[in-house]
């Protein structure tokens, strides 16, 4: 059994197979009703900010639900925003394999570009009551404050990002998925579903929008499952996660070669058509994983 640790530890320590496909798994925040919440409040902190009537004057004042109302579609749009971003940021450039650029994009893209498009919404929201932004205390006051908002938001997905992680690298480590490894997997050939020994199975890998396993007899089957949830009821002493894109057998596994930046080039048994690539991040878990470690 594994100690518990702090999650930031167990991120740097954990490289099994199982933690690497964890941090690969695609992460659903579920978290609309939190956005919705958090669009309303700050909708109210903008609107009753340096007003001089207490809240309860407030609630009797038509202004104040026409305001309310207003800024709670343009916070809403904006925290939407950085919803959206994130999760594209996700799939494309984790912050484990790709530090750099995510901090680079997250904050070009989850914190400039919303605070830019508060700016312009609030421009607009003004001057539908004919009034200039510049003459208000808008960027004196307002900006700031939701500015902060922008960024607390931010480093919530951060948080909300490591913790999933590591509860779920935690889970994997201490054996408590629950997933049961397969011994005949079933694919699909036209309207036929095939039962096949896992044995017989070189890898599977993702080619364009589907998912497809390829036999040691270069036979291609096309696989419904996505390929995490193929990996999480394959035995990881046989079966490794290369990449996004494979899942390989250890059997197929032909030679490797060292590439620039301590990366490294599989060569599989049947070929695959690309280059196969295994990550800096994983190539230390790869050569455990290939001597039995």
């Not at 599977?204 to 089957?221: I, S, V």
Request: proline share 3%; glycine share 4%.
């Amino acid at each position: 059994m594994i100690k518990q640790k702090k999650p930031l530890a167990v991120l740097k320590k954990i490289k099994s197979p199982y933690f690497m496909a964890a941090l690969n798994r695609p992460l659903m925040y579920n978290d609309l009703y939190f956005r919705l919440a958090i669009s309303l409040l700050a909708a109210h902190i903008i609107v009753a900010f340096g007003a001089k009537q207490s809240f309860f004057q407030l609630l009797l004042m038509y202004y104040y639900y026409r305001s309310l109302t207003l800024s709670f579609f343009i916070a809403f749009s904006l925290i939407n925003t950085v919803y959206l971003v994130t999760v594209k940021l996700d799939k494309h450039f984790d912050w484990i394999d790709n530090t750099a650029k995510r901090i680079g994009l997250q904050f070009a893209f989850g914190l400039i570009l919303p605070s830019v498009a508060a700016f312009l919404l609030a421009t607009l929201y003004f001057a539908l009551f004919r009034i200039k932004i510049l003459d208000t205390g808008y960027l004196q006051f307002d900006f700031p404050v939701i500015v902060i908002m922008l960024l607390l938001l931010n480093v919530y997905y951060l948080a909300f990002y490591f913790y999933n992680r590591w509860r779920h690298a935690e889970n994997k480590a201490t054996g408590m998925s629950g997933h049961k490894q397969v011994q005949v997997f079933t694919v699909q050939k036209g309207a036929k579903n095939i039962p096949l020994p896992i044995d017989t199975v070189s890898y599977f890998y993702h080619d364009g929008q589907y998912n497809f396993l390829r036999t040691f007899d270069r036979e291609d089957f096309l696989v419904s499952q996505p390929l995490d949830e193929v990996q999480q009821h394959l035995n990881d002493k046989q079966f490794f996660r290369a990449n996004r894109q494979m899942i390989v057998n250890i059997k197929a596994c032909d030679y490797f070669q060292n590439m620039d930046h301590h990366k490294l080039e599989l060569f599989t048994k049947p070929s695959f058509k690309s280059q196969v690539v295994i990550s800096q991040k994983r190539a230390s878990a790869f050569k455990s994983w290939m001597n039995g470690k």
